[in-house]
C-alpha cells in the first residue's frame, strides 16, 4: 500500500505541523473533506486476476483504500478499473454499464 501525503511547507503550516504528523490516513483524509479539499492518501494496488492473486483481498484492500481516500461509491465505481490489468481488465469492461 502506497501512501502519499502533501504538504505545502510555509511558515503559517509548520505550527500545525505536529498536529498532522499525530494524526492517522484516515483521519487527515476527513480534515481535507471538512476543508473541501480532496487528496488521494493511499494508492490501491492493482489486481491482474492470476492464480496467486484473491479477488476479495483486492476488494477488501481497495474498499480500505476508498474509505481513506474518502471516494464516494460512484466515484469507486470510476476509479476501480484503473487498479484492473489484464484478464480482471478485460472481464470488468465487458460488463453491461449500470448506472449508479
Known sequence: ??????????PENFENLEN????????????LKDVGLFQKLIEPEEFYEKVEE???????????????????????VKLI?????GNAKFWFEDL???NY
Open 1 to 10: 500500500m502506497k501512501i502519499n501525503i502533501n504538504i505545502s511547507l510555509q
Open 20 to 31: 498532522i504528523v499525530d494524526m492517522d490516513a484516515k483521519q487527515f483524509a476527513d480534515v
Open 54 to 76: 484473491n479477488p476479495l483481498d483486492f476488494l477488501k484492500k481497495f474498499e480500505e483504500a476508498s474509505e481513506v481516500n474518502n471516494w464516494s461509491n460512484k466515484c469507486k
Open 81 to 85: 478499473g484503473r487498479y484492473l490489468k
Open 96 to 98: 453491461s454499464e449500470t
